[in-house]
């Protein structure tokens, strides 16, 4: 609602017609049909003599105006520009939790999506060991085999012992090779969708800042 219908609807209300209030305001009937068909904005001293005249709060008198008309024709109201400035504050404060909010969302999930690529957690290099063992075949003749296997972690060289402490396998580094793990995957997903709701928090709280200035 408009301030102007606001008006027209507190005097139809009380009974009064046009000439009626602006003789107890001490103002032209011209001016008051201007301010009812809002070609025209109260003044401060005007603003006083209508809540004195239907004897309002400024509560009463504004309940059910379009807040952003007050606040962009009425800030010269002492009343309407203390209300404007708590509800800055509080867009403001709403603001900067919202902010604080997506960039703490946007740090975990960067933070997940940099140990998934790098492999902070999981690693994503798979090593390949190999590993010469002796034996003796069916004539007693001594031979020399190989066997090998993978492993996410770098063991460098190393023995695996038998029975007795006497010395089974010895496995050496062969090579390796990138493999993206299931884990990392995963962790892949999850970051994507902690980045992607911080950065629409972000934009989110941008857009509603935007729109109630």
Same mark, same amino acid.
């Given at each position: 609602?408009?301030f102007? #219908?606001?008006?027209?609807?507190?005097r139809?209300?009380? &009974?009064?017609?046009?000439?009626?209030?602006?003789?107890?305001?001490g103002?032209?009937q011209?001016?008051?049909?201007?301010?009812?068909n809002?070609?025209?904005i109260?003044?401060?001293e005007?603003?006083?003599?209508?809540?004195?005249?239907?004897?309002?709060?400024?509560?009463k008198?504004?309940?059910?105006?379009?807040?952003?008309?007050?606040?962009? %024709?009425?800030?010269?109201?002492?009343?309407?520009?203390?209300?404007l400035?708590?509800y800055?504050?509080?867009?403001l404060?709403?603001?900067?939790?919202?902010?604080i909010?997506?960039?703490i969302?946007?740090?975990?999930?960067?933070?997940?999506l940099?140990?998934s690529?790098t492999?902070?957690?999981f +690693? +994503? #290099?798979?090593y390949?060991?190999?590993?010469s063992?002796?034996?003796y %075949?069916?004539?007693?003749?001594?031979g020399?085999?190989?066997?090998?296997?993978?492993?996410?972690?770098?063991?460098?060289?190393?023995v695996?012992? &038998?029975?007795?402490? #006497?010395?089974?396998?010895?496995?050496r580094? %062969?090579?390796?090779?990138?493999?993206y793990?299931?884990?990392?995957?995963w962790?892949?997903?999850? &970051?994507s969708?902690?980045?992607?709701?911080?950065?629409?928090?972000?934009?989110?709280?941008?857009?509603?800042?935007?729109?109630?200035?």
């Open positions: 609602m408009k102007g #219908k606001k008006l027209q609807e507190l139809v209300k009380a &009974g009064y017609k046009q000439p009626e209030v602006a003789k107890m305001m103002i032209e011209s001016y008051l049909s201007k301010l009812e809002d070609r025209a109260p003044s401060r005007m603003f006083e003599k209508i809540i004195h005249v239907f004897q309002l709060t400024p509560e008198l504004f309940d059910g105006i379009d807040p952003t008309i007050l606040f962009r %024709d009425f800030d010269h109201i002492p009343w309407i520009a203390e209300k400035k708590d800055e504050q509080k867009s404060y709403h603001t900067i939790r919202w902010l909010l997506s960039s969302i946007s740090v975990i999930g960067s933070v997940i940099l140990s690529v492999g902070l957690i +690693n +994503n #290099k798979e390949t060991y190999v590993g063992y002796s034996y %075949d069916q004539t007693l003749k001594k020399f085999g190989q066997i090998s296997f993978q492993a996410n972690n770098y063991l460098g060289h190393f695996f012992f &038998g029975e007795y402490g #006497k010395p089974l396998f010895i496995y580094y %062969d090579n390796e090779q990138f493999y793990r299931t884990e990392n995957r962790l892949t997903f999850v &970051g969708i902690f980045l992607i709701a911080g950065l629409g928090f972000g934009l989110v709280s941008r857009y509603i800042r935007k729109h109630e200035n």
